[in-house]
């Protein structure tokens, strides 16, 4: 029976605390995360205990019952099964729009919270990240070595995802709302319950706000070469995930496969055009053969158009204004494409003596690259390089 708080039908934050033998630091951190909730707010506190050795679970569910600053909700788990399942197991039984994760051991400061959830609710974003590594976060007390392995995994979730503007992705201090989880399915092994977040919810705006990690005082850390395992098996597992979901995070593939689909799109206006002014001089022979290819050039611009915005650059809105104006450029930029062309080849041709052939692939190819990053910038309004 809960003697403190009265439980409210919902909580508006529930926070969730992770813990592996605890007992020197769980009552402190309860306090403490207490004491920092914002005023007003209808809170609660999910302690997740894989059936410590040391009694964390007891310990808390005792305590949860004496103190009167806040709603302590103990899950307790068969074994030591791991930090990311432990979180999805207290993210599961919260009960809070808003969920907050946080290490039990005191590393990180509950007086952050207020911020969090006040990021949260002022509506930019869905996923709070604190962070270590943005202006005025630090680390203190840290041996160089977790220093290094921190940043080495740091690096590794940069590079090898694509996690370009989170810095502190390993952070084990974040906040969400609960619903952009829904329909999720997490893999939830080792320690990157946030990693595992930024790849998989699509569309999530994320702020991150600095923090000072401060070391453990009390207990050991649990971090063993498993977990290290774990970690990058993990990220392999998101690098094909995200592969196989084509959201592909990568700059440099993102951009290539642009261009290739550029480039096929336009080997099919080629083809468009030939064909076009070949049929249209069999259906009306009287037709003069250079009305015929202007007819033809035109019906190829357009097919070029459509196949881009559609598919090499998935432009799916086709309001009239936009899409007219959007087609006047691509028909603007192609004409200043061929101009350029035809002057590239006159030029290497006439002045510089070249092969005919060789001069004609060099400048379609000049032209087309230069036509393909003036559609991407102006036309789509995308960024270049991306
Ligand atoms: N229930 C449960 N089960 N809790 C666990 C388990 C587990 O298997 N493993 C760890 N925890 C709890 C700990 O009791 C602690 O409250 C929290 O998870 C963090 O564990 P630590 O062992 O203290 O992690 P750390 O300080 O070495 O690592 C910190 O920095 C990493 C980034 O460098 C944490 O913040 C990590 O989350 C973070 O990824
Ligand atoms: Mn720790």
Not at 199 to 209: D, L, N, Q, S, T
Not at 253 to 272: D, E, M, N, Q
Not at 306 to 324: C, I, M, Q
Request: aromatic share 10%; glycine share 8%; charged share 20%.
């Amino acid at each position: 029976m809960q003697l403190g708080v009265p439980r409210p039908s919902r909580f508006h934050v529930s926070v969730v605390l992770p813990t592996y033998n605890e007992s020197e630091n769980i009552v402190k951190m309860i306090d403490s995360v207490a004491e920092s909730l914002p005023e007003g707010t209808h809170s609660e506190i999910v302690v997740v205990d894989d059936n410590s050795p040391d009694g964390t679970a007891d310990i808390a569910a005792e305590y949860g019952q004496k103190t009167r600053k806040v709603h302590v909700n103990v899950v307790r788990r068969k074994g030591k099964l791991g930090l990311s399942s432990a979180i999805l197991a207290g993210v599961h039984s919260a009960s809070g729009e808003i969920v907050v994760v946080m290490d039990s051991d005191l590393s990180h400061p509950p007086q952050t919270i207020p911020r969090m959830v006040h990021e949260l609710k002022s509506a930019t974003c869905d996923i709070v990240v604190a962070s270590r590594y943005v202006k005025g976060g630090s680390i203190t007390n840290w041996p160089f070595k977790r220093k290094m392995i921190s940043k080495g995994a740091t690096k590794i979730a940069k590079y090898g995802l694509g996690i370009k503007s989170v810095k502190d992705p390993m952070s084990g201090f974040f906040a969400f709302y609960k619903h952009i989880i829904s329909g999720i399915k997490f893999d939830p092994i080792g320690y990157k319950m946030l990693l595992e977040m930024l790849v998989k919810v699509r569309g999530a705006r994320v702020k991150e706000i600095p923090y000072t990690f401060t070391d453990r005082r009390h207990g050991a850390s649990k971090l063993d070469s498993k977990v290290m395992l774990d970690y990058v098996r993990a990220v392999w597992r998101l690098y094909r995930y995200g592969r196989q979901n084509s959201t592909e995070k990568r700059t440099s593939v993102k951009f290539l496969s642009k261009v290739g689909r550029f480039y096929t799109v336009g080997a099919s206006g080629l083809l468009v055009n030939i064909l076009g002014s070949f049929l249209l001089t069999v259906l009306f022979p009287e037709i003069w053969y250079m009305h015929a290819t202007v007819i033809a050039v035109a019906f190829s611009i357009t097919t070029n158009f459509v196949l881009n915005k559609l598919w090499t650059f998935e432009d799916r809105d086709f309001a009239l204004g936009k899409t007219l104006f959007q087609f006047g450029l691509f028909a603007g930029f192609s004409a200043f494409g061929a101009l350029i062309q035809l002057s590239l080849l006159y030029f290497l041709v006439e002045n510089n003596h070249m092969d005919r052939i060789l001069g004609g692939v060099l400048a379609v190819a000049v032209a087309s690259i230069g036509n393909f990053i003036l559609n991407k910038k102006w036309t789509f309004k995308e960024k270049i390089w991306g």
